[in-house]
């Protein structure tokens, strides 16, 4: 199992987007994953660090405009999907990326503590 390091620049995104209200907290996970066809789209349209910005971990040692280096989706690229960060916190812990399942976590406690 590869060694992946918490991406900041998607836990910035997430909670920033967070705190502007822009997340989905009724949308199973597998409904709301993009589909591949649309994950190209978005590649093609704002390229690889835009839509690897939608992840909460990397790969370092996949190459930079690759699908292999991003990991742990956490939304639809237009809002946080409350269950994608509960699929990532359970799956980074049970693959012992601790410092991945401490990131979904805190950011699930944000999204909560937003929803009141």
């Known amino acids: 199992m590869p060694d992946y390091e918490v991406n900041d620049e998607g836990v910035a995104q997430a909670r920033t987007l967070i705190d502007a209200g822009r997340y989905d907290d009724t949308t199973d996970w597998s409904d709301a994953a993009p589909s591949t066809e649309r994950t190209n789209e978005e590649i093609e349209r704002n390229g690889h660090e835009a839509w690897g910005a939608w992840h909460l971990a990397v790969d370092p040692d996949a190459g930079p405009a690759t699908k292999k280096r991003y990991h742990f989706p956490y939304g639809d690229y237009s809002t946080v999907n409350r269950a994608a960060l509960i699929h990532a ?28």
């Open 89 to 116: 916190k359970q799956r980074a812990s049970q693959n012992d990326h601790r410092e991945v399942e401490r990131v979904a976590d805190e950011l699930l406690q944000r999204l909560d503590d937003k929803r009141g």
